[in-house]
């Protein structure tokens, strides 16, 4: 029986090491760090940011990314510790991607195009991203959000020097979508969690949950046209024959930087052939590290 397997392993697990304390949320026994949270107030997650660029053909002293994000979030106390340890440039990963990073006060995003650039083969520009930097003059969005500690970040880079597609669809809807968003706020209104349910919920303007039509909560079901394929009908990405791509969003997550409180949707066990939810269902879980 085909399932989506991987949505009966939604877990939230804290490890604790002596004075150490990281919790992660993902799959059960993940043992790596790809959506997590420290003691010290410190939240980190992985965001893919493909460029279209080959994939590397030398893999000779490729790390792994995870695990050296947990690493840091075992080790470090300040987002300035962790950024500098992620985009140091001795330390080759696999593929490109980004790393929201936040506390308390700041949020930003540690943009790691770690492999030549598509368009020129040039080096990108490993840095650390903020609501201030300057972004890639390329950009046909306004770069500035009108509203003081207000960040985002989608599938792609956004500083000078780095890959920029902006054929890229998905990813620049979500970005407007974004902006349309948080141009709603009234002066004087306060971004609340209720507020941000209904952002990160978001499932696009004609509700499709499609990232073309710039869904920030995703929900696009698998197309299978051959139903003997006796594989989940949900593979984010996949490029399977029979197979054209879909994204659904596996988790969404709002977290109280200061009380490290929560409130999360794992997408449920889906069966095949079946939608998954168009909007999420968040739960939520008091802070986990104590």
Known sequence: ????????????????????????????????????????????????????????TDLSNRRSLFFDLRYAFENFSTLAQISDYMKDTKKLYLYNHSILLADPATAGVVENQVNNRKDDGAPGNRSFRTESSLLNDSLTQAQTWGIPGIFAAVNDFRLPNNSWDKNNLENTTRWTSFRNKYAGVTSGQRVDIEMLKSITGYPGDNSSGKMTEGAIFTSEMQQLSDSTYPIPALVAGASLPGFSKAYT??????????????????????????????????????????
């Open 249 to 290: 969003t596996m988790q969404s997550v709002i977290m109280d930087m200061k009380t490290m409180e929560l409130w999360i949707h794992f997408v449920p066990p889906t069966y095949f052939g079946e939608k998954p939810p168009l909007r999420p269902t968040y739960q939520k879980i008091p802070n986990p590290i104590y």
């Open 1 to 56: 029986m085909a399932r989506y397997g991987i949505a009966y392993l939604h877990a939230i697990t804290t490890y604790k090491n002596g004075g150490k304390t990281m919790t992660n949320l993902g799959p059960l026994g993940q043992l790596n760090g790809l959506t997590l949270f420290n003691q010290h107030h410190l939240f980190g997650a992985v965001i893919n940011a493909t460029t279209g660029a080959p994939y590397p």
